[in-house]
T-cell receptor, first 113, second 110 residues
Framework: GESVGLHLPTLSVQEGDNSIINCAYS??????FIWYKQESGKGPQFIIDIRSNMDKRQGQRVTVLLNKTVKHLSLQIAATQPGDSAVYFC????????????FGSGTRLLVRP | SQTIHQWPATLVQPVGSPLSLECTVE??????LYWYRQAAGRGLQLLFYSVGIGQISSEVPQNLSASRPQDRQFILSSKKLLLSDSGFYLC?????????FGQGTRLTVV
């Protein structure tokens, strides 16, 4: 079936550097993508989303890029801070009315002081 | 604003015992509701979703069931827990945009 996967299970960056977390998806019919941040013992927290008719969307310190040609999604975090340390998930959604999300396995981001 | 509540936060249950986890949403009407399970260090697996009262769709065969007795209430149940039912259970809601998650229930079956 369709799946969403990630290239790197763990990413370690220096505080202040930019972070890039990548994700590959397999369902070309997906029309909506979301990045979540999950801290230990907590539920996933919405970070940013993007629809399939866009290729870039920016938030506060975060940018999501969507490349539909190669079915690739990335999350860029500018000036990474210790509070950014968490597990990050990408999720994709199809076009049916269930709005159900399919999640990847996650990338752990470690920020070195 | 919308809020979602899950309880309990943690639960330790013996094998063979029943289970009931409850999730309620406030501040929205007719949401789609979801139950996910997360194994340690893994991603989220969708277990059930509901698009309306009494409507339940199961994504994976398992020892669990779900019910939606009211518009903003979603319940996850089991008659007899297995060791493999241990995990972090997350409830979520959506009305077409992003899905928003509760804080989860850590279930340990012993």
């Amino acid at each position: 079936g369709e799946s969403v996967g990630l290239h790197l299970p763990t990413l370690s960056v220096q505080e202040g550097d930019n972070s890039i977390i990548n994700c590959a998806y397999s369902n070309s019919a997906s029309d909506y993508f979301i990045w979540y941040k999950q801290e230990s013992g907590k539920g996933p927290q919405f970070i940013i989303d993007i629809r399939s008719n866009m290729d870039k969307r920016q938030g506060q310190r975060v940018t999501v890029l969507l490349n539909k040609t190669v079915k690739h999604l990335s999350l860029q975090i500018a000036a990474t801070q210790p509070g950014d340390s968490a597990v990050y998930f990408c999720a994709e959604r199809g076009m049916d009315s269930s709005y159900k999300l399919i999640f990847g396995s996650g990338t752990r981001l470690l920020v070195r002081p | 604003s919308q809020t979602i509540h899950q309880w309990p936060a943690t639960l330790v249950q013996p094998v063979g015992s029943p289970l009931s986890l409850e999730c309620t949403v406030e501040g929205t009407s007719n949401p789609n509701l979801y139950w996910y399970r997360q194994a340690a260090g893994r991603g989220l697996q969708l277990l059930f979703y509901s698009v309306g009262i009494g409507q339940i769709s199961s994504e994976v065969p398992q020892n669990l069931s779900a019910s939606r007795p009211q518009d903003r209430q979603f319940i996850l149940s089991s008659k007899k827990l297995l060791l493999s039912d241990s995990g972090f259970y997350l409830c979520a809601w959506s009305t077409g945009g992003s899905a928003f998650f509760g804080q989860g229930t850590r279930l340990t079956v012993v």
